[in-house]
T-cell receptor, first 113, second 112 residues
Framework: DGGITQSPKYLFRKEGQNVTLSCEQN?????MYWYRQDPGQGLRLIYY???????QKGDIAEGYSVSREKKESFPLTVTSAQKNPTAFYLC????????????FGDGTRLSIL | SQQGEEDPQALSIQEGENATMNCSYK?????LQWYRQNSGRGLVHLIL?????REKHSGRLRVTLDTSKKSSSLLITASRAADTASYFC????????????FGGGTRVLVKP
């Protein structure tokens, strides 16, 4: 079955540590997105990519980095520069055109030790 | 403030009743989309309504769009306990490509 897989489901970060969240899709979508969701809130866009080897900052990119070396994969690194990383992180993908729905993974919950 | 603002923030109804939630936005859009999120899970796409459409249906869901008022509504008819979730509207803004801007969501509790 086609879909988006995020791993791990739960992740813990120590102070000063970088951590990487994985996102893989087999939907053959060109566009991929990373969102952050804080408790009781909506989603905020961190980074997005419309094509391999290209990505753009979203609304809250500071303290985060991404890469897009393969169409299927869009990993997100939460760096030590992100001072408040505790949140629920969601990855999504879509066709790279307007008027297309986004398909979401089941998220990674990141907490600080 | 966010592009999409949802109202109410929370809604509690009995099974079998209808649930209505609203979304307002600020700028011209290509489309407006509704998503559902069960607790601790990812979002599931429900309906996409384009800027030149006024109403769409999908099963027990009915979505309206009024571009003159920059608002949309989602109606869930004959609600079930399984409809308990958070519902988010998201707008695809013109000149912003296919990025979405999400509202804060409406938390719906359907009591059996």
């Amino acid at each position: 079955d086609g879909g988006i897989t995020q791993s791990p489901k739960y992740l813990f970060r120590k102070e000063g540590q970088n951590v990487t969240l994985s996102c893989e899709q087999n939907l053959n979508h060109d566009a991929m997105y990373w969102y952050r969701q804080d408790p009781g809130q909506g989603l905020r866009l961190i980074y997005y990519s419309q094509i391999v080897n290209d990505f753009q900052k979203g609304d809250i990119a500071e303290g985060y980095s991404v890469s897009r070396e393969k169409k299927e994969s869009f990993p997100l690194t939460v760096t030590s520069a992100q001072k408040n990383p505790t949140a629920f992180y969601l990855c999504a993908s879509s066709a790279a055109a307007i008027n297309q729905p986004q398909h979401f993974g089941d998220g990674t919950r990141l907490s600080i030790l | 403030s966010q592009q999409g603002e949802e109202d109410p923030q929370a809604l509690s109804i009995q099974e079998g009743e209808n649930a209505t939630m609203n979304c307002s936005y600020k700028t011209s859009i290509n489309n407006l989309q509704w998503y559902r999120q069960n607790s601790g899970r990812g979002l599931v796409h429900l309906i996409l309504i384009r800027s030149n459409e006024r109403e769409k249906h999908s099963g027990r869901l009915r979505v309206t769009l009024d571009t003159s008022k920059k608002s949309s509504s989602l109606l869930i008819t004959a609600s079930r306990a399984a409809d308990t979730a958070s519902y988010f509207c998201a707008t695809e803004i013109k000149a912003a490509g296919n990025k979405l801007t999400f509202g804060g969501g409406t938390r719906v509790l359907v009591k059996p």
